[in-house]
């Protein structure tokens, strides 16, 4: 029982930096109809940003702003320089960008910094605390719990509460009548990208320290995970994007916990095919899924 | 439907007239007629390419020679991912582990018939022929599931497909001996071409013949009825199920086929080393296949044949780079590997920017151009 609630507190922290890389992927769906295959090996390239800050300045904090910074202005960047341009008559043209994108960050990231595993500190103990004799979370895991939750109030917020929220949703749902209404669509494409990418940045400076370390290919599971979460609440939805990533960070703990850490894998490609499978439109959607 | 009926039953021997879905094809129609039959002349261009190849390396140095083995294996992987993914319109990102179970299949078999001390020239051709009926059965399994997913969907759980070779071979380390992986008995020119044939040779040899038995059988099928299925239902599922074509057996026979030429591709790259690890199937393999076709252009053998040279030769640019340059130490270390990504990537990305056609679809674009401004002066 103690091993059972250890695993499921452990899972709740991962499952919440599932959930923060989810809501990225999701937020750039809702925005473009595309799924941001390289939102992983962006996320690295904020992240050596942001340790390159921290070990510079000696501060997690000014490393965790430049990171999240970086983040801004890489989504921004990528939209504009490239997503911009691709064609949209086949739909494999975009993660086929995507994945160059991968292979070309990689890569630079393995130039400039090499490609060993660099040690990234985290801000808090990471060993978990007694609670009545129990292992419960460690410092480090309500960190990332509470992070996660203040982002996901403040882009809600952001969405139902804001002028500027109001416009990103009507330029998503429907491009042609808000260019109609005054709505600048295309910038709203980019601050899409950019909160996504931000989003992201985060979600990687948070999962990090819980690895090997700072490399080059660190996020590339971490994306097959949050690509499931997000497929598990539905790719149209936010909140199904966190209940998700929760989920599936349950779900990998235990199958880890109990079957070894080698089965993960594994399990993350059984649960994608089992929800695409049965429920294509993930578990909260209630629309139906295309049949030919 | 009327209208061809009455020349029907009058038992006119008329030619078949084009079929609607000809219209799919880029280019003219071939027409059976004129030109011959398409496998002969399919046949003729495969011998042609074999010969020449043949002679190429009889005067090739032995690392140039395990260099064009190298470009054979890929060939039969890339040709059979650019059916699918090209023509058929299913992006799968998985083809690096399909790879994986051709060589793991080959290197288990060897293995057994090497501990039972069974040796034999026919256990080479047995083994591949295991490759590709494991891998078509893995690509069965993995072509069910992608029926009935969609762009991205299939992108990702294919992606998933990917990261699962590592894991594999180490919860079954019995089976497959985890990081080490297997070694198997390597193989050796046969005794008749003299004792001192270079065993490279022989090699690109086999790869050679593999990867003309793979792009002949697949240009015989893309100029198939099932060809012209796959591209309609690429095109329009909806209008290809009212044509007749059952459109979820299509794509599962698409994602077998391509998952054969993947095993055996697989299989001859195991062949070249007599080793099989799964350090050698990463994540970025299956991202390598797919820059080389579509660098090549997406649904073109002959693409295929460039993508596969360009796969091999780009991976030595490094090296050379150093050198040439005489680099640095540390430069070149970080340069290792590294430096093939960098490249790959932005081929991916300009080539989808600029020229969605591809290498072949490019230089075919410029000749066209340059074609009509000679025909421009004589109007």
């Keep these: 029982m103690d091993r059972f609630l250890f695993l499921t507190f452990g899972g709740l922290s991962t499952g919440a930096v599932y959930a923060a890389f989810a809501l990225a992927l999701v937020l750039i769906w809702r925005a473009a109809r595309l799924v941001n295959f390289a939102q992983g090996a962006m996320a690295v390239a904020t992240a050596y940003v942001g340790y390159a800050v921290a070990s510079a300045t000696g501060s997690y904090w000014l490393g965790l702003g430049a990171a999240v910074l970086a983040g801004l202005l890489l989504g921004a960047l990528v939209e504009r320089v490239l997503m911009r341009f691709v064609g949209h008559a086949n739909p494999l043209n975009e993660v086929i960008v995507a994945l160059g994108l991968v292979l070309l960050i990689q890569a630079v990231l393995g130039m400039v910094f090499g490609n060993g595993y660099r040690p990234a500190a985290a801000p808090f103990d990471t060993d978990a605390l007694t609670l009545g004799g129990v292992a419960a979370l460690s410092p480090y895991d309500l960190w990332v719990l509470g992070a996660v939750l203040v982002v996901v109030v403040l882009l809600a917020l952001l969405f139902t509460r804001t002028p500027i929220g109001l416009r990103m949703r009507a330029a998503a749902f429907a491009p042609e009548v808000s260019r109609l209404l005054g709505v600048d669509v295309s910038r709203m494409l980019t601050l899409g990208w950019a909160l996504a990418a931000a989003v992201g940045a985060l979600a990687g400076m948070l999962v990090v320290p819980t690895g090997l370390g700072l490399h080059p290919h660190a996020m590339d599971l971490v994306f097959v995970v949050a690509f499931t979460a997000a497929v598990v609440g539905g790719l149209d939805s936010p909140a199904g994007a966190v209940v998700g990533g929760l989920l599936v960070g349950l779900i990998l703990s235990y199958v880890t916990g109990y079957l070894g850490p080698d089965t993960t894998p594994l399990a993350v490609l059984v649960l994608l095919l089992a929800v695409l499978l049965v429920r294509p439109g993930g578990l909260f959607s209630s629309a139906k899924a295309r049949h030919v | ?379």
């Design chain 2, 1 to 379: 439907m009327t209208a061809t009926r009455p020349s029907a039953r009058s038992g006119v021997d008329r030619p078949a007239g084009p079929s609607p879905l000809r219209r799919l094809l880029p280019g003219a129609p071939a027409t059976a007629g004129p030109r011959g039959s398409t496998l002969l002349r399919h046949l003729a261009g495969a011998v042609l390419a074999g010969a020449l190849v043949v002679l190429l390396t009889n005067q090739l140095p032995p690392y140039q020679n395990l260099q064009v083995a190298r470009v054979c294996a890929f060939l039969c992987v890339t040709a059979g991912y650019t059916v699918l993914v090209g023509l058929n319109g299913q992006l799968s990102l998985g083809h690096g582990a399909l790879m994986a179970t051709g060589a793991y299949t080959v290197a288990l078999v060897q293995r057994a018939f090497d501990e039972r001390g069974v040796q034999g020239r026919w256990i080479l051709p047995l083994s591949l022929l295991a490759a590709v009926a494991a891998t078509a059965l893995a690509g069965l399994v993995i072509g069910l599931a992608a029926a009935r997913l969609r762009g991205p969907y299939l992108a990702g759980v294919t992606l998933a497909v990917a990261t699962l070779v590592p894991a594999v071979s180490t919860i079954f380390t019995g089976v497959f001996n985890g990081e080490q992986g297997l070694r198997f008995p390597a193989e050796t020119p046969p005794a008749f071409l003299g004792a001192y044939f270079q065993p490279e040779r022989w090699l690109a040899w086999i790869a050679l013949l593999a990867a003309l038995l793979t792009v002949l059988l697949l240009a015989n099928l893309v100029r198939s009825r099932f060809g012209r299925s796959l591209r309609a239902v690429r095109d329009d599922e909806v209008a290809a199920r009212l044509a007749g074509i059952h459109v979820a057996r299509t794509q599962v026979l698409a994602f077998v086929v391509s998952a054969g030429c993947a095993g055996l591709g697989g299989g001859v790259y195991a062949v070249l080393t007599a080793t099989v690890a799964p350090g050698k199937f990463p994540l970025e393999l299956s991202l390598f296949l797919l820059m080389a076709i579509v660098i090549g252009g997406l649904g073109s053998l002959a693409g295929a044949v460039w993508g596969a040279v360009l796969l091999v030769t780009l991976q030595d640019l490094p090296s050379l780079l150093t050198e040439t340059f005489s680099l640095s130490g540390g430069l070149a270390q970080r340069l290792e590997g590294n430096l093939a990504l960098a490249v790959f990537g932005l081929i991916l990305i300009v080539v989808m920017l600029a020229a969605p056609g591809g290498l072949h679809g490019a230089v075919r674009t410029v000749a066209a151009r340059l074609r009509a401004r000679r025909r421009v002066p004589e109007d």
